[in-house]
């Protein structure tokens, strides 16, 4: 057993990476621990390879409702290899290219592996031992798959496999009423996959504003079947395919399907790098403990990412990284992490974005607010497109006029929300929007149209 004396060691090679070459120009020795392969979740499991499948299945439906636009198109078939390839190839070669250019890095030795903490300040991976004066846990998390009778007897998949099936499925069972839920039965389902969601709760996207969950809810169900208030409590095979056992209320129903996907939760890495033995402390959730400056409760030991659990997001991700590298290199100026106004997008069909409070958490706060939904349909370029179903929805506080939140679902959500994140950052409150000159007909005329059309609440959403 070899033993490095270094002076930062980073456990993860996704934002973490951020840091390394900031502690390398200031001189500091490095460790870069990560079992591979590197770039992290986003680029390998996560948003960047999915919004890559996805895009995919935008084109298809592009193609499938072309005929409102008096063009007749039909889907000749899908190359599934060159649609999975095209989401892979270019992704390992990254992959590999972060790794080489960190074994080349002055002063960064990189242990490729899975490492666990033995003491405060000491951290085995393989056969080696790193002993570092700062640690930055940058670990991540992975997803859960829920304790069901019959499991161990049925082949299933987390979105980790999902997004590079050697084939397509003729059928799919989705557990989980969530994004990756919502991402994945959109990018199945629009390639033509048969596509079943089991949803424990009683709308898809619970945790979104509820004017967006149900709209989504009601849209989702047009597309596919959507078990709502369910739960799968027994799995077996059934010939070639898996027979799953699902209770909705009193009623037992049984559905046959090719493939199991689960998308319910994920869990933090911790248990995996046995924190405890570091001394660090996690919360009730399994997720590491930090203060303001990202700084677990051992001095000199950080953390950030999915495995904070505060957002499960890259670019909250990135957001605490800079903080931290500031923090850790200048430990008499530290800086409090400023996480206003974080936003977030569901590249599913239609999208959805979102940003600030909902309407039932200012509702359960008693607070005071305007609140306008405007229908994209309303304004030229919205009807254009034929969304009929979009809409831009903005939350503002009736004195200050400041933005609270805003919520959108339709065509181009992700791009849209832009424009109220940077007014919310900039703090211009609705006057920042109101008061620009907008394109005509452009498509963010529904977000100028929206924060004009703010009034008193009228109705409350279950």
Request: hydrophobic content about 40%; overall charge negative; proline content about 5%.
């Amino acid at each position: 057993m070899t033993a490095l004396h270094c002076d930062v060691a980073f456990i993860g090679a996704g934002s973490g990476l951020e840091i390394v070459s900031q502690a390398v120009s200031h001189g500091l020795s490095v460790a870069v621990i990560e079992e591979g392969p590197f770039g992290g979740t986003c680029l390998n499991r996560g948003c960047i390879p999915s919004k890559m499948l996805i895009h995919s299945a935008d084109v298809a439906l592009t193609i499938a409702g072309a005929s409102q636009f008096g063009i007749n198109a039909r889907i000749e078939g899908v190359d599934w290899n060159k649609i999975i390839e095209r989401a892979s190839v270019g992704i390992d070669q990254d992959a590999r290219n972060i790794e080489e250019a960190l074994e080349r890095a002055p002063n960064v030795t990189v242990f490729p592996g899975s490492g666990r903490f033995r003491a405060p300040g000491e951290l085995q991976v393989g056969d080696d031992v790193i002993h570092a004066g700062q640690f930055v846990i940058a670990a991540g998390g992975r997803p859960h798959v829920p304790e069901i009778r019959g499991l161990d007897s049925v082949p299933y998949m987390t979105s980790d496999q999902a997004l590079r099936l050697p084939a397509q499925p003729k059928s799919l069972l989705i557990v989980g009423g969530g994004f990756i839920a919502a991402e994945l039965a959109h990018f199945f389902g629009a390639l033509g996959t048969d596509v079943t969601l089991v949803v424990r709760a009683a709308r898809l996207l619970r945790h979104e504003d509820d004017e967006v969950s149900e709209r989504f809810t009601s849209i989702f169900s047009r597309r596919f079947r959507v078990l709502l208030d369910s739960n799968v409590i027994e799995l077996g095979p059934e010939g070639d395919q898996i027979r799953a056992r699902v209770r909705t209320g009193e009623e037992i129903t049984d559905v046959l399907t090719d493939s199991l996907l689960f998308a319910t939760s994920r869990v933090p890495n911790t248990d995996l790098l046995e924190v405890a033995n570091a001394g660090v402390e996690l919360d009730d959730r399994g997720y590491v403990k930090t203060d303001e400056y990202l700084q677990t409760n051992v001095p000199g030991t950080w953390a950030l990412g999915d495995i904070v659990g505060r957002y499960e997001l890259k670019h909250s991700a990135n957001l605490e990284a800079s903080y931290v590298a500031h923090n850790l290199l200048n430990p008499e100026d530290r800086l409090p992490v400023d996480y206003s106004a974080m936003p977030h997008a569901i590249f599913s069909s239609p999208q959805v974005a979102s940003v600030g409070e909902t309407e039932r958490e200012l509702r359960e706060q008693n607070r005071p607010y305007l609140v306008s939904t405007y229908p994209y349909d309303q304004a030229a370029f919205g009807a254009n497109i034929e969304d009929h179903d979009g809409f831009f929805k903005v939350l503002a506080d009736p004195e200050t006029r400041e933005i609270l939140g805003c919520h959108v679902l339709g065509t181009h959500a992700s791009i849209l929300i832009q424009e109220a994140i940077n007014a919310m950052h900039a703090r211009s409150g609705v006057a920042g929007i109101t008061g620009s000159i907008y394109i005509h007909p452009a498509m963010p005329e529904i977000v100028q149209r929206a924060f004009g059309s703010l009034s008193e609440p009228h109705h409350h959403h279950a």
